[in-house]
């Protein structure tokens, strides 16, 4: 079943008249899912009420736990789950420094980013094995970022039967990992790649 991105409304209208032919289940399902997948102004609404004091990201920085949500640091960059994945195994990698600029990275923080966005893109490989990746940065506010004062990468692998780079199908199974899961599954990840 297809839901048609940035339809919530008219989603809502036709999941009430269809109910019976599409099954109620169904229809628990596709609201469950498009109020975290569906809707970009929904996941805005959602961060706003969250009571973080100061920088999200800044405070991912503090240490690595389930909390901050960040599962790897390196020198200068820092690894963290999106609270609200639009994928199961979608990752921000970015600066552990405040900061929404990307030109004004010194050489060697932008060095020690790209270097931990490639190391992103393997343990996503390596534990979820996607069929692809959407790699990409909104940068600054007018080009869609959510949190524009502090960069970020978006790591978000893909499967073939999804659909483009926000609407996914509802009954796909990597949508349902719990954030607890995904946070286990690349903590052990990186553990083990310290370790070995
Ligand atoms: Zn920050």
Redesign the pocket.
């Known amino acids: 079943m297809k839901v048609k991105r940035g339809s919530s409304k008219r989603v809502s209208k036709k999941s009430t008249s269809k109910a019976k032919s599409i099954g109620d289940k169904d229809l628990q399902n596709i609201s469950l899912v498009k109020n975290v997948l569906f809707k970009p102004a929904r996941y805005k609404y959602i961060r706003k009420q969250e009571v973080v004091k100061?920088?999200?990201?800044?405070n991912s920085?503090k240490s690595i736990s389930m909390e901050t949500l960040c599962v790897y640091k390196s020198d200068y960059s820092m690894i963290v789950l999106n609270k609200f994945p639009y994928n199961s195994g979608h990752l921000l990698v970015l600066p552990q420094?405040?900061?929404g600029d990307l030109l004004k990275l010194s050489s060697d923080q932008y060095a020690d980013l790209m270097a931990t966005l490639k190391l992103a893109c393997q343990a996503v490989t390596d534990i979820y094995a996607p069929a692809a990746f959407n790699l990409g940065m909104n940068h600054g506010s007018s080009a869609g970022a959510g949190i524009p004062?502090?960069l970020h990468f978006h790591v978000i692998p893909r499967w073939a039967g999804d659909l483009n780079f926000f609407p996914l199908i509802a009954q796909t199974k990597v949508v349902i990992e719990t954030l607890e899961q995904t946070y286990q599954n690349y903590i052990g990840y990186f553990n083990n790649r310290v370790s070995s």
């Open positions: 100061g920088c999200v990201f800044c920085s420094g405040h900061g004062e502090h």
